[in-house]
């Protein structure tokens, strides 16, 4: 089965500018989560869909980020504008819909804010 | 606050010696306390779940085993092909049961 795919891998952007991050789940995850690693830090926790709905956006730094799950299926992070701490690793991850089900990871995409 | 600690931050050990990576947590309704891998460039790739004090999962050369404070990651005679960062996380009870908190990571160096 394909795994958790996520666009771009890399993306360098000047400070001010919007970037948005795709992810796709593996075929059937209806629990589709955003996870971020900063330099030199562990990979925090910043929200969590239930098929399209948010079920918990506790972990979202601010207001200029904005996720959407698009029926379901394939989700966007967008960063508006960015600032210097937004850069590091952005993880995405999918897992079925049981509580005990492990959570898939993608390859990350690393945003670098100049 | 649950809080995940990983000790030691890097471990170099030549092929064939075993050795155990440390995981110490503090959370308030463990719900799984979870292991991963991480190769430079890739997302964390699962390993095991563990939920209760006295369990041990085993795959290849890696054991993992839990208590009600810490967990270790065993490696009985490592290759090369085991360097890697290895990620311990906890979930906590709560209604959604979403949310992991992961720890810094070992980074494992594994030599011929």
């Known amino acids: 089965e394909a795994g958790v795919t996520q666009f771009p891998s890399h993306s360098v952007i000047e400070k001010g500018q919007t970037v948005t991050l795709r992810c796709d789940p593996i075929?059937?995850?209806?629990?589709l989560y955003w996870y971020r690693r900063v330099m030199g830090k562990e990979i925090k926790f910043l929200l969590h869909f239930v098929k399209e709905s948010k079920q918990d956006e506790s972990g979202m730094p601010n207001n200029r980020f904005l996720a959407e799950r698009t029926g379901g299926t394939y989700s966007t992070l967008k960063v508006q504008p960015a600032e210097l701490e937004d850069s590091g690793v952005y993880f995405c991850?999918?897992?079925?819909?049981?509580?005990?089900?492990?959570?898939?990871f993608g390859n990350g995409t690393r945003l670098t804010v100049t | 606050e649950d809080q995940v600690t990983q000790s030691p931050e890097a471990l170099r050990l030549q092929e064939g010696e075993s050795s155990s990576l440390n995981c110490s947590y503090t959370v308030s309704g463990l719900r799984g306390l979870f292991w991963y891998r991480q190769d430079p460039g890739k997302g964390p790739e699962f390993l095991f779940t563990l939920y209760s004090a006295g369990e041990e999962k085993e795959k290849e050369r890696l054991k993992a085993t839990l208590t009600k404070k810490e967990s270790f990651l065993h490696i009985t005679a490592p290759k090369p092909e085991d360097s890697a960062t290895y990620l311990c996380?906890?979930?906590?009870?709560?209604?959604?049961?979403?949310?992991?908190?992961f720890g810094t990571g070992t980074r494992l160096q594994v030599t011929l």
């Open positions: 996380a906890v979930r906590r009870n709560t209604g959604t049961a979403s949310k992991l908190t």
């Open positions: 075929s059937g995850h209806d629990n």
């Open positions: 991850a999918s897992s079925q819909g049981r509580e005990s089900s492990p959570l898939h």
